[in-house]
């Protein structure tokens, strides 16, 4: 099928933090089968991921999640044109397994491999469903470890023009949610309940990073949240949880919304994309989707299930690498900390 189709089918896999997932991706934005096996559970006893545990999780579930997508996709690897794998950011561990994975099978087969950045995946999610959206545009990422505001100039072509100094948007979340006593993850827990309380009710600070515009700050949020909930101990007062998730959510989205929104306009892009595990949270898109109305931007954003970590948007990535005839050695590492824009 690959030397006689100009049709171009890739296998990725993406193991970075603690979802194991694979996908077959063909021709960049039509996804064949997109399979998830989410460590979620195993993880909540401890109230984060544990590292050592999701290695081990990885390695038992990571062959079986190659064959479904395979299966699903009703392909086998004779029909792939490529392998693509996450190999940055992420925990090391974690990371390792996708990459030893990945270079196995090319070694198998001679199928050549493509390293994919982790963060180019999210923003690239947005091209799944999106077939008319093309660069350039801005993106807004935000999850569990990152929060960046982008210029996406071209296909895999990235300018950062913001970031967080500190805690990432989906960390604060995560923080405020066990400071609640709801768990882990946190981010869609106080999604949930923040629809029940009034986002009015207590002031939360909205940082602001001098001579920065662009960059974010969350952890005076964060401690500004805990000083709130010491307080009311003290005091002997209830704390009306659906109040403080509200809150603190809006707290975050108006400064999110803000910085997004002044960047697309200063750059003079009307298309404006958001990526990442916190992109699906209801009140951030709500509150993107209106201010974007008012000013003439087109919003993007991918399914709730393309927000999380998945392997269908590493696959959309890999595609634009492929075209580019870029191709990543046997020799390929896993880099916890890859920045954007860095290639091994
Ligand atoms: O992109 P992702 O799956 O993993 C990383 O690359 O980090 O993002 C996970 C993060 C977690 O912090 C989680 O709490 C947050 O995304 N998250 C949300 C929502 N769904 C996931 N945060 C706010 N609202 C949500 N609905
Ligand atoms: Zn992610």
């Not at 010491?230 to 109040?243: H, Q």
């Not at 209106?290 to 590493?314: G, H, K, L, W």
């Amino acid at each position: 099928m690959n030397t006689t189709s100009k049709d171009i089918y890739i296998l990725a896999i993406e193991s970075s933090c603690d979802e194991t997932a694979a996908a077959v991706v063909k021709n960049g934005r039509e996804v064949l089968s997109n399979i998830i096996f989410s460590q979620i559970e195993l993880h909540k006893l401890y109230g984060g991921v544990v590292p050592e545990i999701a290695s081990r999780k990885h390695i038992e579930k990571i062959n079986q999640v190659i064959e479904e997508a395979l299966a699903k996709a009703q392909m086998s690897l004779r029909d792939m044109d490529a392998v693509a794998v996450t190999y940055g950011p992420g925990l090391v561990g974690p990371l390792l397994v996708g990459v030893s994975a990945a270079k196995a099978i090319c070694f198998a087969t001679g199928l050549p491999l493509i390293g994919v950045h982790h963060i180019e995946g999210h923003i690239n999610a947005n091209y799944i469903e999106n077939r008319e959206l093309e660069p350039p545009f801005i993106a807004l990422v935000v999850s569990g470890g990152h929060t960046h505001l982008l210029v996406v100039k071209d296909y895999g072509e990235y300018e950062v023009i913001g970031r967080t100094r500190d805690d990432a948007a989906g960390e604060a979340f995560d923080k405020v949610a066990r400071a609640i006593g709801l768990g882990y993850p946190g981010g869609p827990k106080i999604d949930r309940l923040a629809k029940e309380g009034n986002p009015d009710a207590i002031h939360f600070p909205r940082a602001k990073v001098e001579e920065a515009v662009y960059d974010f700050s969350f952890s005076g949020l964060k401690s500004s949240v805990l000083n709130y909930l010491n307080g009311c101990e003290m005091k002997g007062e209830a704390v009306n949880r659906a109040d403080v998730a509200a809150s603190f959510q809006k707290a975050v989205v108006d400064v999110l919304v803000e910085h997004a929104l002044e960047a697309v306009e200063d750059f003079g892009f009307n298309r404006f994309a958001i990526a990442g595990g916190v992109a699906s949270n209801s009140s951030l898109r709500d509150a993107l989707k209106e201010a974007c109305e008012q000013r003439n931007i087109v919003f993007y954003y991918p399914s709730p299930i393309y927000c999380t970590d998945n392997a269908a948007m590493i696959g959309t990535a890999a595609y634009y690498e492929y075209k580019k005839g870029k191709r990543s050695g046997l020799d390929l590492n896993a880099v916890p900390g890859l920045k954007l824009g860095e290639r091994l």
